[in-house]
């Protein structure tokens, strides 16, 4: 295939991880906190039927790369996506999109401070930049939420959706480091077995997950209208974020990393957060304010300059590397 199919096909993956964002937002009768947990059940289970083909690969996993496994499967997985699920709820679309959008930045502060290639590929000063882009950006949003709302009335529940967006920002990115940094030293376990291994972790975490939920939520359903209804858009949901975009999507993206540049995949994660913002916008039946077109550009911007001026530090460092 050539490269033009496997970036396109990156754009579909990202568009579909945008709709990710979407079934809670979508979902308003239905507790967030269900849609998580359905959601890592359905992986789980497909997960459970794949290892049934890759047991003995399995079976050679130590104690110690199961202890990641299932620890990773909460950071970037069932945690992760319970906070953005109640990070939609609570502070809408907009807000976690955004701020999930800040992913490539903190990535490279955290390489920059904890990797290995904080040896000078670039300087943390060309960052200083981005941020601040991406931190004006921020208060724009919250400007746009809380417009002519006087302090002691202010939206408490944007704020509490603010809080659970940068909770999913945090693991995503202690995951995202320390995942890489395990596959870096682990080389004998593949792709496919480490992917199967996290999924089966997903599994039982969200069995004990749906176990508490259950004794201690008052309700799954927000609203009594239709119960029958309800159900079905549940389940519809939860086999549309367990297959297509927990299982299905991670194959094609494990193609398109295979395929194409690293120069070029960065880039791409900008339209997931494209994407979810369309589709909010969209649900809502309205165009974004001129605070919100404001907020966007910033945060997107901040995110785009940061790829630019840490890959020209990369291209510097290659030539030096190469000679050496």
């Not at 996993?61 to 109640?86: D, H, K």
């Not at 480490?194 to 799954?220: D, H, K, P, R």
């Amino acid at each position: 295939m050539p490269v033009w199919f496997y970036i396109f096909l990156g754009l579909v993956v990202n568009c579909l991880w945008g709709a990710a964002f979407l079934v809670p937002y979508y979902l308003t009768d239905i507790n967030p906190v269900a849609i998580a947990i359905g959601r890592y059940l359905i992986y789980g289970l497909v997960s459970l039927f794949l290892a049934l083909f890759m047991i003995k690969k399995l079976r050679l996993l130590t104690y110690e790369q199961w202890r990641y496994a299932f620890l990773f499967a909460f950071l970037g997985n069932v945690g992760y996506y319970l906070c953005i699920a109640l990070s939609v709820h609570y502070g809408g679309i907009t807000t976690t999109a955004l701020i999930e959008s800040i992913l490539p930045i903190t990535m490279m502060i955290t390489g920059y401070f904890f990797g290995q290639d904080g040896d000078g590929e670039f300087g943390f000063q060309v960052l200083l930049l981005p941020i601040a882009m991406v931190l004006i950006g921020i208060v724009m949003l919250n400007q746009s939420h809380n417009a002519g709302v006087e302090f002691t009335e202010v939206n408490y529940s944007w704020y509490l959706g603010l809080f659970f967006s940068i909770s999913a920002l945090l693991l995503w990115t202690w995951y995202g480091f320390s995942n890489a940094k395990f596959l870096k030293k682990n080389p004998s376990v593949t792709s496919s077995t480490w992917s199967v291994a996290i999924g089966v972790g997903c599994f039982f975490q969200a069995i004990l997950g749906l176990g508490v939920f259950l004794m201690t939520a008052e309700n799954v359903f927000l609203s009594t209208d239709n119960i029958s209804v309800s159900i079905m858009r549940l389940v519809i949901g939860c086999l549309f974020l367990g297959v297509i975009v927990s299982w299905l999507v991670t194959v094609w993206w494990n193609q398109v990393s295979r395929y194409i540049p690293m120069m070029i995949i960065g880039p791409l994660f900008v339209f997931e957060t494209l994407s979810s913002l369309v589709y909010g916008y969209i649900v809502d039946q309205r165009l974004p304010e001129s605070s919100e077109v404001m907020a966007v550009l910033l945060i997107i911007g901040g995110v785009a300059l940061s790829m630019v001026v840490t890959s020209k530090g990369l291209r510097k460092a290659t030539p030096a590397l190469q000679e050496s």
